[in-house]
């Protein structure tokens, strides 16, 4: 379910997200243009006032979904849900960018990952591995990465600050690769906490050259003419 109250503890409105089999919330965040959630259904499911209900899923696992519902009326906007291959996959968190207005999610997925106008993750070993994928606020795919190795993998949490990086927090097991690190495994489960993203621009003279992360737009240049 989803629902609103006022910060005076006032009910506004609510909503449900259900399928025929099992269904899970597990992240909500607030954005500049509505309310973000993410989860998993199991099979074709239901969101709170939607025009294109039902949504179709793969119809044997968990698939994860992001959904943007308008924060007035609880109405829901538009829904995106990706499938694995042939194992669950879970949205665990999500976030809203500040810079950009991206909307950030992380979770975990098994065997494999498809993205609609991404890429296909493919898995380290057979049990879960995490993913982080970003969306623009129409829920145009915009990219995603991966990590983990042939244990159990799973981010649970991610936040976004106002330099523009990202991070987030979980489980690994194994020795688990994130982009060019490996991280030592010292039992059967271990904590991670891991960032991404770039910093802003410092140096704004106008001989300096700045370097921009994908998304993001460049500062203005500061300084005289000669």
Do not use: H
């Amino acid at each position: 379910f989803v629902a609103a109250w006022t910060t005076a503890g006032a009910y506004v409105w609510s909503g449900a997200i259900e399928s025929s089999g099992n269904d899970y919330g597990k992240g909500i965040a607030k954005g500049v243009n509505g309310i973000f959630v993410t989860g998993s259904v199991e099979n074709s499911a239901n969101f709170p006032n939607y025009v294109s209900n039902p949504i179709s899923t793969s119809g044997s696992n968990l698939d994860f979904y992001l959904a943007r519902i308008d924060e007035t009326s609880g109405v829901t906007q538009w829904v995106k849900i990706e499938s694995g291959g042939g194992g669950d996959d879970e949205g665990k968190s999500v976030c809203a960018g500040i810079i950009n207005n991206e909307i950030y999610l992380c979770g975990y997925y098994k065997n494999s990952l498809s993205f609609s106008g991404g890429p296909n993750l493919p898995n380290a070993g057979s049990t879960e591995d995490i993913f982080i994928a970003a969306y623009d606020t129409n829920g145009v795919f915009v990219w995603a990465e991966n990590a983990g190795a042939t244990g159990k993998d799973v981010a649970y949490s991610i936040v976004y600050d106002f330099n523009g990086d990202l991070y987030t927090g979980g489980e690994y097991a194994d020795a688990a690769v994130f982009g060019s690190f490996t991280l030592t495994n010292n039992g059967s489960s271990n904590i991670f906490t891991g960032k991404m993203g770039c910093s802003f621009i410092t140096n704004n003279d106008i001989a300096s050259s700045q370097t921009i992360c994908q998304g993001n737009s460049p500062n203005m240049l500061s300084g005289t003419l000669p």
